[in-house]
């Protein structure tokens, strides 16, 4: 390897130590091949360095910059940093938050050549998925996500001053319970306008104050003699019913929960909403980022802007990042979201350049259109991890990681390879791997099914079985404890088949704890 240009004054920076000098020119230098040869659109960048500590504690609070306080969030910094300290494992270079401004927390322990690769994948390859992706665009509101998480924290705070500690602690413990049975899985109306939701809860205390009167307990029960099966259609009619976000059912219908006890559940909802998308694109938000860094650091390089060694240290870390072991690997622990994601749009980019026959029959939309970061910005600005892999996993790709199908049932003696490399096997392959990453597959399907509130006010709850998988009896009596806690009476849950309605098991109805 050579240096395009030995001129020294004309490398952005030299040697490791960095300052804030080198790092603005690094980003602009960055913003110009982003901008004007990859044609990304970003939110404006702010750039924050921390130090290790500051990192921990951005993992242990889910990585936003103004989170309220959870003991959960100092159990997990306290196992962080016992391993990070021990040599047991590293941390992120970074953490980017999507908003907008974009901000990137950048380690101050890092070298320049790092701060650069860093600056490149996170400022400017996450932060043009997130204000491009759709299911950004369709479920997080990036102007008032930090406005928003102050008003939670100080909320939460003065809570906590008014009502108690424990008692908002209880409310939390539940409601993180719940968290990812929390989201509207289909739009129900625009993006949320966090900015107005401050002033509905001011609004809709100050009508609750002025409105509460206790008469409703004393409403007579329903007549005799009323068709069983009608009036539970017009009680689930009238509840929404079955309702699979949970946190909002409770929020709006629990029995017992005070006006802020509600506001602390829609706090938690709405923050498990703002992670949604994330949950769902993965391998193509870190593929993005990895893909984004990888092209503009060796941009940099090309141009005499960045040296050899510093490309070499940027290539280390890039590699040790899209490394994926082997299945027989004791590292193994599935697809690397980086490995894949990479793969799949370096292939994109192939494609379009320099396509094959096979390409041309698989991707005819994209082979040889000789516009690779067009073809790029349309699967990130349109699709999520299921439906990208469904789309564009290539046979070269399934052919250089290795993929194939296995079938395996619990009661067969042998494991059968249903699907090679061939051409109905490449689909296949395909089809299973794209499934795998299918959100709705990934967590139980949890329904809230009936309840009548004018009777024993007992919740019913309703697990969809797929693939014959129960939920873990322990783990299950743990969460209907909590979700009674929020409701206020009995919770009972009944695990049935997704395809018959037959019913698998009828769990033991659990109340509230003490």
Not at 177 to 206: S, T
Not at 225 to 242: C, I, N, Q, T
Not at 417 to 437: C, F, K, M, P, W
Not at 464 to 471: E, F, H, T
Request: with cysteine; glycine share 6%; charged share 25%.
């Amino acid at each position: 390897m050579s240096m395009p240009s030995s001129d020294a004054p004309s490398l952005l920076f030299d040697g490791a130590d960095w300052d804030f000098d080198k790092v603005r020119r690094v980003h602009d230098s960055i913003e110009e091949i982003a901008t004007t040869e990859m044609g990304l659109s970003t939110y404006p960048n702010q750039i924050e360095v921390i130090t290790a500590e500051q990192m921990l504690d951005a993992y242990s609070s889910i990585g936003m910059p103004l989170m309220y306080k959870h003991w959960s969030f100092g159990k997990h910094f306290a196992a962080d940093e016992s391993m990070y300290r021990k040599g047991m494992r590293g941390l992120a270079y970074e953490i980017v938050i999507n908003s907008s401004p974009c901000i990137s927390y950048i380690m101050e322990e890092n070298t320049m050549a790092m701060q650069t690769l860093v600056i490149a994948h996170a400022a400017f390859g996450h932060n043009h998925f997130f204000k491009n992706n759709g299911l950004f665009r369709q479920w997080t509101d990036a102007k008032g996500i930090l406005d928003y998480m102050d008003f939670a924290k100080g909320y939460i705070m003065r809570a906590e001053e008014r009502h108690g500690h424990a008692a908002v602690e209880r409310v939390l413990d539940g409601a993180h319970a719940l968290m990812n049975n929390g989201v509207h899985k289909y739009p129900r109306k625009k993006v949320p306008d966090l900015a107005a939701d401050l002033q509905r809860e001011r609004e809709r205390q100050a009508y609750f104050e002025q409105t509460y009167n206790d008469l409703w307990r004393t409403l007579p029960k329903s007549p005799e003699g009323v068709h069983e099966s009608r009036e539970l259609a017009d009680r689930k009619a009238r509840l929404g019913l079955p309702e699979e976000n949970l946190l909002y059912f409770l929020e709006k219908t629990a029995p017992k929960l005070a006006p802020w006890q509600r506001e602390i559940l829609r706090i938690v909802r709405h923050i498990a909403q703002y992670f949604y998308p994330q949950r769902q694109t993965k391998v193509m938000n870190e593929g993005c980022a990895t893909m984004c860094h990888y092209h503009i650091c060796h941009r940099l390089h090309q141009k005499g802007m960045i040296s050899d060694g510093a490309l070499l240290e940027i290539l280390h870390s890039h590699t040790n990042v899209v490394f994926q072991p082997a299945f027989d690997d004791p590292r193994y622990s599935g697809l690397n979201p980086y490995a894949l994601g990479f793969a799949m749009m370096e292939d994109i980019k192939r494609i379009a350049l320099t396509p094959t026959a096979e390409d041309r029959d698989w991707f005819p939309d994209i082979a040889g259109c000789n516009d690779p970061w067009g073809a790029l910005r349309a699967a990130w600005a349109d699709y999520r991890d299921e439906s990208f892999i469904l789309q564009y996993l290539s046979p070269s790709v399934m052919r250089k990681m290795r993929l194939f199908r296995l079938h395996d049932e619990e009661q067969a003696k042998e494991i059968k390879v249903a699907a090679i490399h061939n051409e109905r096997g490449y689909r296949d392959v395909r089809q299973t791997l794209a499934r795998s990453y299918d959100i709705g597959r990934m967590a139980p399907d949890i329904q809230i099914v009936d309840v009548d509130l004018e009777g024993d006010r007992r919740l019913v709850v309703q697990h969809r079985v797929a693939d014959g998988i129960l939920l873990d009896e322990a783990e299950a009596v743990r969460t209907l404890r909590q979700l009674a806690n929020l409701w206020g009476y009995e919770v009972r849950l009944i695990e049935v088949s997704a395809e018959t309605d037959v019913v698998f098991k009828q769990h033991e109805d659990v109340g509230p704890s003490e």
